[in-house]
């Protein structure tokens, strides 16, 4: 009696068997998988004699945990399929060989799903025994219909008429089988998440057959994953996510770095356009980084894309506070994007075009340890969006003004990663050029006439890693970086900024593991060279207690500057676990501003608590400081005040993380931030004499931010993930007239966002994301002061940003297709933000004189409908 038994994978559940250590966290993507388990030696499982009697077929889903060596440490029996079909399943699996599954290029223990399943077949005369020294006459690749990535674990069965041949693919997709009869014969192969492949084939004495099968995967999208063992947890308040997990995120445009703006802490920024506003700071207090690199623009025009290919991104993670002492010259959170290798399996790449812009991507290997990938995008949204605002908002409704913006990016790394290796060693090449220009229709909002506004904001990077493993416990880091960054604006022809900025930067440490006393030590010197140029022609700052002078080209003042200020940094730090379930991360940063003339120290503690199985207490406790924001000229002789205090926060946190089961779980945190030293505009002073020399910022300002942020997250499985965010939080700032404090401009006190996204059958996906979040504040006007000089009204207010806005909603939803083909996969899509079209509130227009009041509102629904091809 035959017994045949076809070997299913599942997706991998559990990155590291129960005891074993988390793969630790050196500063870099420590933690990603960078090769899975194949299975190199299977074990057929006895049929169990009372399922065949009764002609029964069964699958057993078992958890089976694999060593460093590849070898099956455990395996256990989550879903039975009874009538024997346990134990015989269990026997086998026990005597199976993987490959060694590997983190970060070296050999690693993990915890597989794992599905046997077992076909009844009706009991048929065994095959004599193949003769010594039979050749293999039938041979053939397996790949993955569409993707064209080897098909690994998979059964192909060859019934010859009652005597039956069977094979295991290998890691490579290769199949071979010996001494398959002369004839034609069905073919059959199996495996899991995949559709049953049968073909007939024609066997020829003495000839060897060879083929190729392109086999279907059930469903495809980006929504399977491989998770493995998490990094070691360093911050508080750390969200990470996979690529896969964000691709499809409703109202994102697939864009993975925007699904930051949809987790706890972040607010929703003024008209949507892309700045983090992260616990109510400023976004210059919010720092984002791809591969330890500053990104100083992270959002296209109106926050449509990021600037960087999400396609080459493998994770983010973001930190609202309490980030490590790694990084510095942030007073608010942090954005961390991890690039990934690319392929090493072949040529691969994408095409995508929609009715925003047009993005690209290619990627291959170059020999057996090098590999690249080059990608672009270009917008057409200066054609898209003009149509949209005149089509869906109701007239009147709308800034009138006619907006031409254009935007295009671009990526090109090359990287060797050797197989087996630790080390890494990439070169990276990324960029984005921005422009756009206002030309409002009505010219009165400039008593002399201007009627144009113009920007342009690029930036440039080539950027320099090395990961170098010195020994088995000691790791080298490096990363440098040189680039060009532009900002230009413009209003009319005699107000201008222009800077042209040299950023070099250097971050060079090691991270020590010593094991045996659960320690880990990251140390090392992080530096910062900005030469720029610097042409400006404006009037002077606006004082808060004075009218200004409406006729600005009698005043204005011009500075031209080249400097080259430079922050050099230090940083260490500790993860140490003194005793069982407790982690203590203690660190400390130091940090220099050569424009400021300035140093300082930072120390920070976080430390976390298991207190059970599933459930974790944390809390942290840290200085942070950052330079004022010189893109504002708050450094400038001539406009700011070049002896500022560095920008200083105190942040404290407390939570805890409960994981109900392996996909579902809730993090909680309670923040508080006190702020101060911050950079404040100087009031007139009515009492000085003309000859006084008044600053234009001093560093009196002071502030806090506290509240609490809830996530419940649902992982990452086979159909489906989302979460729930919740920011209940509140923002105040002292006011420099009256010396009390107010609510900040960028409070909003509750926050709510939804996302759920669902793969459905016929290689459809589909997903929602709902948001809501309190009214941003604005400034109630109390009346006018006419100026018959300039003939126009100036505003009057004692109370800035004391009225609430009414409350924003938002539905979002996207819809995927996708066909597949052998050897590529064509994707249609539509994400449509605003689905219902809300007229939601972004602020207020006035008449001439103040006396009338209007609603401004935001941005009407946006379909972006578009095609991918993927191959």
Request: hydrophobic share 40%; proline share 7%.
């Amino acid at each position: 009696m035959p017994q045949r038994a076809v070997v299913l994978f599942l997706v991998l559940l559990l990155a590291v068997p129960a005891g074993a250590q988390d793969a630790p966290d050196a500063g870099t993507s420590s933690g990603v998988l960078t090769k899975p388990p194949t299975l190199l030696r299977q074990v057929e499982a006895r049929f169990p004699p009372e399922a065949q009697a009764q002609g029964l077929a069964g699958t057993v889903v078992m958890e089976v945990d694999i060593g460093a060596d590849g070898k099956v440490l455990d395996a256990r029996v989550v879903q039975s399929a009874g009538h024997g079909f346990d134990e015989a399943a269990l026997e086998a699996v026990h005597q199976f060989q993987f490959s060694p599954a590997e983190v970060d290029g070296q050999p690693a223990p993990v915890r597989i799903q794992y599905a046997y399943e077992f076909l009844y077949r009706p009991q048929v005369v065994e095959a004599p025994p193949a003769p010594t020294g039979e050749v293999v006459n039938f041979s053939g690749l397996l790949l993955e219909r569409g993707t064209r990535n080897p098909l690994a674990g998979a059964t192909v069965v060859v019934d010859a008429g009652g005597e039956t041949r069977e094979a295991v693919s290998g890691a490579d997709g290769h199949f071979e089988l010996k001494g398959v009869p002369a004839g034609t014969w069905p073919v059959v192969v199996t495996a899991q998440d995949y559709t049953r492949y049968e073909v007939t084939e024609t066997i020829t004495e003495g000839q060897r057959t060879e083929v190729t099968y392109h086999v279907r995967r059930k469903q495809y999208g980006a929504m399977e994953t491989v998770v493995r063992g998490k990094a070691e947890r360093k911050e508080v308040a750390q969200v990470s996510l996979r690529q896969e997990e964000v691709r499809l995120v409703p109202g994102t445009q697939g864009d993975a770095l925007k699904v930051v703006q949809n987790l706890p802490g972040v607010a929703r920024s003024p008209f949507g356009f892309g700045l983090l506003v992260v616990r109510g700071g400023k976004p210059w207090d919010t720092r984002v980084y791809v591969d330890e690199e500053f990104v100083p623009l992270l959002f296209h025009f109106g926050g449509l894309y990021a600037t960087f290919n999400s396609n080459l991104l493998e994770d983010i993670s973001f930190q609202p506070g309490n980030f490590g002492a790694e990084h510095g010259r942030s007073i608010g959170g942090m954005v961390r994007a991890a690039t990934r290798t690319p392929s090493k399996e072949g040529i691969h790449g994408y095409v995508d075009i929609n009715v925003i812009d047009t993005s690209l991507m290619v990627e291959a290997p170059l020999g057996s340890d090098w590999s690249f990938a080059a990608a672009g995008r270009r917008s057409y949204v200066d054609a898209v969006l003009p149509w949209a605002l005149h089509t869906f908002v109701p007239e009147g409704n709308a800034l009138n003004f006619t907006v031409a913006p254009r935007y295009f990016d671009y990526q090109l790394k090359l990287e060797r990663r050797p197989k087996g290796s630790r080390e890494r060693l990439s070169l990276t090449l990324f960029g984005s050029d921005d422009q756009l220009s206002l030309v409002l229709s009505n010219p009165t909002f400039d008593s002399e006439g201007r009627s144009n506004i113009d920007t342009l904001q690029a930036y440039h990077r080539l950027a320099f890693r090395w990961d170098k493993p010195l020994s088995q416990n000691l790791t080298m880091l490096t990363r440098a970086s040189l680039g060009v960054d532009r900002n230009d604006l413009g209003a009319g022809a005699d107000i201008f900024v222009r800077s042209t900025q040299f950023p070099l930067s250097l971050r060079h440490g090691y991270s020590l593991e010593l094991p045996e006393q659960k320690l880990q030590v990251n140390a090392g010197v992080d530096v910062l060279v900005v030469p720029f140029t610097q042409e400006v022609q404006a009037p002077p700052p606006f004082k808060l207690n004075q009218i200004p002078d409406p006729f600005v080209s009698r005043q204005l003042l011009r500075e031209d500057a080249a400097r080259v200020p430079w922050e050099p940094g230090a940083y260490l730090e500790a993860v140490w676990q003194p005793l069982p379930g407790l982690k203590v991360v203690p660190g400390l940063r130091a940090d220099y501003e050569s424009t400021l003339r300035r140093a300082w120290v930072d120390p920070r503690l976080a430390a976390f608590w298991q207190v059970t199985e599933h459930t974790t207490l944390k809390a942290a406790a840290g200085l942070y400081h950052q330079p004022p924001d010189y893109r504002l000229g708050l450094l400038s002789p001539t406009f700011g005040n070049p002896n500022l205090l560095p920008e200083g926060a105190q942040h404290y946190a407390v939570g805890a993380e409960h994981q109900f089961t392996d996909a579902l779980s809730l993090d909680m945190q309670v923040y508080y931030k006190n702020l101060f030293d911050l950079a404040e505009p100087v009031p007139a002073d009515s009492n000085a004499s003309p000859d006084t020399q008044v600053p234009n910022y001093e560093s009196f300002g002071k502030g806090r931010s506290y509240g609490v942020e809830l996530l419940l997250r649902h992982q990452l499985t086979k159909n489906f993930f989302g979460w729930i965010s919740y920011s209940l939080s509140r923002t105040d700032y002292l006011d420099t007239l009256t010396k009390k404090m107010r609510r900040g401009p960028l409070d909003q006190p509750h926050n709510l966002v939804v996302v759920a996204s669902y793969k459905l059958p016929y290689d459809f996906i589909a997903g929602v994301r709902l948001r809501y979040s309190s009214g941003p504040l604005n400034t109630p006007i109390e009346g006018a002061i006419y100026d018959a000089n300039a003939n126009y009204y100036f505003p009057l207010s004692s109370k800035p940003f004391s009225r609430r806005l009414p409350a924003f909603f938002q539905a979002d939803v996207r819809v995927d297709k996708r066909f597949v083909y052998d050897n590529w996969m064509l994707a249609i899509y539509a994400d449509v933000q605003n689905v219902t079209n809300r007229q939601n509130v972004e602020g207020t227009l006035n008449n001439f004189d103040y006396t009338q009041e209007r609603f401004l509102y935001g941005l009407p629904i946006i379909p972006a409908i578009g095609v991918r091809g993927e191959f």
